[in-house]
């Protein structure tokens, strides 16, 4: 069973690996200076990209953030005329407006090509039946994942999300062997095929990721599905899945060092950290053509990992192990507290104040949210109530794109601050 996709690249390393990142991240350059608020900056910095010699002088370089995405909303960030872009997805942003991303036909060719590799490494080839469970809609997961399991020949079911009882069938009569999707849906799926006492034989391998999840979440998925899991990361920023993934030594994750320079900083101080050290990812996509970025703060905990892995790939990162801001990641789907405050602003019937629970019942995460009522929009009938609770989870549905239990609260009962508001409480517990 072949365990490379692409053995030249996968394996590049050293003098070799540092040079084609020099040309890609001077290529990038080249392609940012077609983004306006690019070219401002760069002038505004006096950055010429023919000043970058070597791979230090990345350093050089300006941050670039979510908010210098959202700013660009929708379209002020891509270097490619629209007309060239072949599809968007969006993620979340920090505000009402979702993050967009555009993508040109070599993007999609790219991002197939990366997932092919990551199927390949974890012994998935052409025979395999493999079922897709996730979000095919905006979210990165579905048709990234999919274009790249066609790509490496295996015969692929969309079955997105939702109805788990068909999910448990379909793996089973169709004799599915690799299933993809969260490791929350998955401890899901083992629960209730439990409860349905059918048995998954065919079920091999599991690839997991869009959230974080631990070693003891492995084993327990391991046991209760028999299948061997593998950790699997993206944002949607770098294409979306497909960026790092696990090899069967399942100690850590390979990043594509030929399409991503990472850098390890210090979230406060930027600077960057030692090899083994955690900090906050910080990525240059070095092929991206439709939406090129420089030094893409990701947001996402980890550490570049010491030392060579036996499968001849190259240097890893750690597992994701938190987040330098305030992002929330809810049955794979992110969410900033600033987006729910910004929904519920909007509403008049919304009071003062709000506060965020997050549980997780079942392996699901359940997001409840206390909201102060404002009385004058209230006669004080329970069906008044009713109907205030449909229309701030069906705003909130809208915006964050998940579901939310609305909990309507006195006028003044919530806590005040006085300092920084703390208006989430995250009772899933730590995973590490
Ligand atoms: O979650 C892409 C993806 C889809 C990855 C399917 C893996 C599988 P976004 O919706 O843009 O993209 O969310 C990206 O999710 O910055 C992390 O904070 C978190 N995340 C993704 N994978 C992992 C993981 C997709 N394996 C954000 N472990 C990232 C921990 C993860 N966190």
């Known amino acids: 069973m072949p365990t490379f996709w692409n053995k030249k690249m996968e394996t590049l390393q050293g003098d070799r690996l540092a040079a084609l990142q020099l040309k890609r991240l001077k290529w990038t350059l080249h392609q940012a200076q077609a983004v306006p608020w690019y070219h401002e900056r760069f002038k505004s910095l006096g950055i010429r990209p023919e000043d970058i010699r070597s791979l230090q002088d990345v350093e050089t370089l300006p941050f670039t953030t979510k908010k210098d995405l959202q700013a660009g909303y929708p379209f002020g960030s891509l270097a490619v005329p629209l007309s060239q872009v072949v599809r968007i997805h969006t993620t979340s942003g920090t505000t009402g407006k979702p993050t967009v991303v555009g993508y040109t036909k070599n993007d999609l060719d790219q991002w197939s090509e990366l997932i092919a590799r990551n199927l390949t490494m974890v012994g998935l080839a052409e025979g395999d039946i493999f079922q897709n469970m996730v979000n095919y809609g905006l979210f990165t ?120 320079l990472t850098e390890i900083i210090d979230p406060v101080t930027g600077e960057r950290v030692e090899d083994g050290e955690r900090g906050e990812m910080v990525i240059t996509p070095l092929v991206k053509e439709a939406m090129p970025l420089i030094r893409y703060r990701t947001g996402d905990i980890t550490c570049l990992e010491k030392g060579s892995c ?123």
């Open 310 to 432: 036996p499968c001849g790939r190259g240097q890893k990162i750690g597992r994701i192990t938190g987040r330098s801001d305030d992002m929330l990641v809810i049955r794979g789907i992110n969410v900033f507290p600033s987006q729910i405050e910004h929904v519920l602003r909007s509403l008049p019937e919304v009071g003062e104040q709000f506060m965020v629970i997050i549980d997780r019942i079942n392996y699901l995460d359940e997001m409840t949210i206390e909201v102060e009522m404002n009385r004058e929009f209230f006669s004080g009938e329970l069906r008044d109530l009713a109907r205030v609770q449909q229309k701030i989870s069906g705003a909130l549905r809208d915006v964050l794109g998940i579901r939310t239990t609305i909990r309507l609260m006195e006028s003044g009962s919530l806590p005040r601050f006085e300092g920084k508001a703390k208006r989430v409480i995250d009772r899933r517990g730590a995973l590490w």
């Open 141 to 260: 997961g579905g048709l990234g994942v999919h274009y790249g399991a066609e790509r490496a020949g295996l015969t692929v079911i969309p079955s997105a999300t939702g109805n788990t009882k068909r999910q448990i069938e379909m793996i089973r009569d169709f004799g599915v062997t690799a299933i993809h999707c969260t490791p929350s849906y998955a401890l899901h799926i083992a629960e209730v095929s439990e409860q349905m006492g059918v048995d998954l034989p065919t079920l091999r391998t599991g690839l997991f990721g869009a959230e974080a999840w631990s070693e003891s979440m492995r084993s327990e998925l391991q046991r209760r599905l028999e299948l061997s899991a593998f950790d699997s990361y993206g944002l949607s920023e770098m294409y979306g899945p497909g960026v790092a993934f696990e090899c069967p030594e399942k100690d850590g994750l390979h990043i594509w060092h030929d399409c991503y």
